[in-house]
């Protein structure tokens, strides 16, 4: 990953303007993707499709070999991740999350879905944790920002 590239577009998640942060978002959700060059967004694209598809295991199987096969693609983690919380085994997917954060610390995503998988798992403060985590990256995000608000109410 270009770190220049990167510092950036995580500072223009900052910026006060909804389009530029929206368009900083998306260029850093290519270059997530994209880390692995063409061979690990095809295997990703497949696996969405089987998913779409209702094809769990299949997908499943694609992103465990992509895992496998190249163990630094975050991206592969974090869909896996989704696909786990997609069928509400909030533990696998908070467990996949967590090996997102240790390769992409930056991962606002995969630090939003640990918060979703905690707070599925009735661990308020630890969502809580997770969510500001990922406001620290994205301050303009409504929804973590509602999320907190949510398990704490919880709490209390």
């Known amino acids: 990953m270009d770190s220049l590239s990167i510092n950036s577009l995580l500072e223009e998640l900052k910026n006060p303007d909804a389009i530029v942060r929206e368009q900083a978002t998306r260029k850093i959700w ?6 692995k060059g063409v061979y690990g967004l095809e295997r990703i694209d497949y696996s969405q499709k089987l998913l779409d598809a209702g094809e769990l295991t299949d997908a499943e199987a694609v992103l465990t070999e992509l895992i496998r096969e190249q163990p630094d693609f975050a991206e592969a983690w ?5 696909l786990y919380y997609s069928i509400a085994d909030y533990q696998k997917s908070l467990l996949d999350c967590q090996q997102v954060v240790r390769l992409n610390p930056i991962h606002f995503g995969a630090l939003h879905g640990m918060g979703l998988c905690y707070a599925a798992l009735g ?11 990922a406001l620290e990256i994205q301050p303009y995000s409504l929804v973590n ?12």
């Open 123 to 133: 661990k308020y403060g630890e969502a809580i944790h997770a969510f500001k985590r």
């Open 30 to 35: 290519r270059i997530w993707f994209q880390q």
């Open 78 to 82: 974090n869909r896996r991740a989704f």
């Open 145 to 156: 920002q509602k999320l907190i608000l949510e398990c704490t109410f919880r709490i209390s």
